[in-house]
């Protein structure tokens, strides 16, 4: 019996590899080979940098909630100890929003806090 050849099928796949890795500086663009283990890797980076990019933001709020907090003499933990205990639920994202575009009532929401201690 005949050895069935995968022509079309490995074409195909090749293809669509080399597709994916346009852009990529030699070999890796031109060669299937190099090109395979590129792809293959940069996919990985783009799923682990896709978990990454919510740490930093949290980061990013985080920062920004602790350096308006500071300005008005008080941490970032004993503000958000002081909402919890006040039953304020607002989220990092949120507060660090208000903190930036409505700095006045991220101010009483400091206040309110400072009264509750």
Known sequence: MARAVTGRVHKKRAKSILKKAKGYRGGRSKLYRPAKNAVIKALQYAYIGRKQKKRNFRKLWIARI??????????????????????????????????????????????????AK
């Not at 308006?68 to 949120?94: A, P, W």
């Open 66 to 115: 602790n350096g308006i907090c500071r300005e008005n003499e008080i941490s970032y933990s004993l503000f958000m100890d002081g909402l919890k205990k006040l039953n304020i639920v607002l989220n990092r994202k949120t507060l660090a929003n208000m903190a930036i575009v409505d700095i006045n009532s991220f101010k009483e929401l400091i206040d309110k806090v400072k009264k």
